[in-house]
Nanobody
Framework: QVQLVESGGGLVQAGGSLRLSCAAS????????MGWFRQAPGKEREFVAAINWRGSSTYYADSVKGRFTIYKDNTETTMYLQMNSLKPEDTAVYYC?????????????????WGQGTQVTVSS
């Protein structure tokens, strides 16, 4: 069982940066692949970024590639999403998710555990 808690969301101007955190409970955090997804009002939840359980491979949606960076700190049982050059279209609720010993996936159905979400709002 893993519990995930996101933090770090907020209001930022276009071009600014935010770092989201996803704190995980459980002693086996290092064995979980992690992902970030987001959902804007009236839209489907979409994949943002993922990292395999070893932390050696990362994957990004085309819309955020080159601007966002996902990484995990197994000693702190925390995963991060560094978001730079933010755009108004990045506005959404951001969710972190975990799946056991995964390779990192863009498919929400692969993930077993989800956080409650954190709001990111980018003003133009």
């Amino acid at each position: 069982q893993v519990q995930l808690v996101e933090s770090g969301g907020g209001l930022v101007q276009a071009g600014g940066s935010l770092r989201l955190s996803c704190a995980a409970s459980g002693r086996t955090f290092s064995r979980y692949a992690m992902g970030w997804f987001r959902q804007a009002p009236g839209k489907e939840r979409e994949f943002v970024a993922a990292i395999n359980w070893r932390g050696s491979s990362t994957y990004y949606a085309d819309s955020v590639k080159g601007r966002f960076t996902i990484y995990k700190d197994n000693t702190e049982t925390t995963m991060y999403l560094q978001m730079n050059s933010l755009k108004p279209e990045d506005t959404a609720v951001y969710y972190c998710a975990a799946h056991w010993q995964g390779s990192g996936s863009s498919l929400a159905a692969r993930y077993d555990y989800w956080g409650q979400g954190t709001q990111v709002t980018v003003s133009s």
